[in-house]
């Protein structure tokens, strides 16, 4: 990396100082920025995290968010995460980890609302059969689409394709893709990363418990649960029902990022910069405690949860409405868009209807699928 006085044009001067006050010296700075492949002046008022920030914000992708599937398609009520809240309560808990280690909470927001930009409508479910339908063109992964949205199919400027994102959240995407094992990141990556992975296993617990997929009395066989239940015990008496569970929440939150924190720490303590942060293998991991526990509550979610019938029927048909729709629009390539046309020009027939299905929302690809009577023959 350059020397960060090189880029101090990036940067407002108030910015630079503010950071240099409060930043960990193991925190990326915003100065330190490479900058962006389109050469832009700085901004008087944001920083280049900030921008990229509200470029996402803004995208069409962002908003498709609040209509696709994070475990629970709308169908089975309105009360199940969305990909959109799912993605809000990611980056609520990764600030609240970047703050408390002194990281850079724009670099981590910008990358907490990338990080599931590219799921496709339907979930994993969906993403599995694009995957299978793409096969013999490099197949698809979320991860990897979230970085042609931003590099290719949204746009913040006329001259050119993409949102122009500042290489470090582009770099942080591309590291979901492509990490080799153990390999340390910068810690605004691993922040996002972790705290994706304590939502999840907290909110799917919780939408099954709403939505009757699970009882309460099960969830307090899990390891992990029966502690966070002991701890709230310990600190309220005579919680209803009702409380005890949103007070584990609660706890289960809390106490995942305090075991974080205190790994954490004890690792950064006299780390002088990102780079040495780097090479001293610095990596944001829960305790071995737990991680075990945490291990039996994925498994007990895998076994009951992503697995539970209702779950499976809604899995099936919302596959059957992706393969179905690809197939027919794979040979008729006209009905597509013609944008999307044009990138089946460019990338091939497979990859352009594979770009247009995976931006839908559920119901949009519902829609279409009715419209389009793809699967009456
Ligand atoms: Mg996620």
Redesign the pocket.
């Known amino acids: 990396m350059s020397s960060p006085a090189a880029h101090r044009s990036n940067v407002s001067l108030a910015l630079a100082q503010r950071e240099a006050a409060w930043l960990a010296p193991y925190a990326m700075h915003s100065e330190e920025s490479r900058g962006r492949r389109h050469r832009e002046p700085a901004h008087p008022l944001r920083g280049p995290f900030e921008i990229d920030r509200d470029r996402i914000v803004r995208s069409a992708a962002c908003r498709r968010l609040s209509c696709k599937t994070q475990v629970f398609t709308g169908e089975m009520g309105d009360y199940p995460r969305t990909?959109l809240t799912?993605?809000l309560e990611?980056c609520s808990i990764a600030r609240r980890l970047g703050r408390a280690l002194r990281l850079n909470e724009d670099l981590i927001e910008a990358l907490a609302l990338t990080?599931?930009l590219g799921h496709p409508p339907f979930g994993h479910a969906g993403e599995a059969v694009l995957d299978e339908c793409l096969a013999e063109v490099g197949g698809f992964c979320h991860n990897r689409h979230a970085l042609r949205i931003v590099e290719e199919l949204e746009r913040c400027d006329r001259r050119f394709a993409g949102l122009n994102l500042s290489i470090e959240v582009l770099e942080g995407q591309q590291s979901r893709i492509d990490r080799r094992a153990g390999e340390a990141v910068p810690l605004e990556i691993q922040v996002v990363e972790a705290a994706?992975s304590v939502?999840?296993d907290t909110h799917d617990a919780d939408d099954a418990l709403e939505l009757r997929l699970l009882e309460l009395d099960e969830l307090l066989e899990v390891p992990l649960w029966a502690e966070a239940a002991r701890r709230v015990r310990q600190a309220y008496s005579d919680l209803t029902r009702g409380e005890l569970r949103l007070a584990i929440l609660q706890e289960l939150v809390d106490w995942q990022l305090d075991d974080l924190l205190r790994g954490a720490q004890a690792k950064l303590a006299g780390i002088e910069s990102q780079d040495e942060a780097r090479q001293a293998g610095v990596t944001l991991h829960a305790s071995p405690e737990v991680a075990e526990q945490k291990a039996d509550l994925e498994i007990f979610l895998h076994d009951r949860v992503y697995r539970h019938h209702q779950v499976m029927r809604m899995r099936s048909r919302a596959q059957s409405i992706l393969r179905e729709m690809f197939h027919f629009l794979a040979a008729r390539p006209d009905l597509l868009p013609e944008s999307f046309r044009q990138r089946a020009l460019l990338l091939g027939v497979e990859r352009g209807v594979g770009d247009y299905l995976a931006g839908m929302t559920d119901r949009y690809a519902q829609q279409q699928y009715e419209r389009l009577g793809a699967g009456r023959d």
Do not use: A, F, L, P
Request: glycine share 0%; proline share 0%.
């Open positions: 990909r799912h993605t990611v990080h599931d994706d939502t999840y």
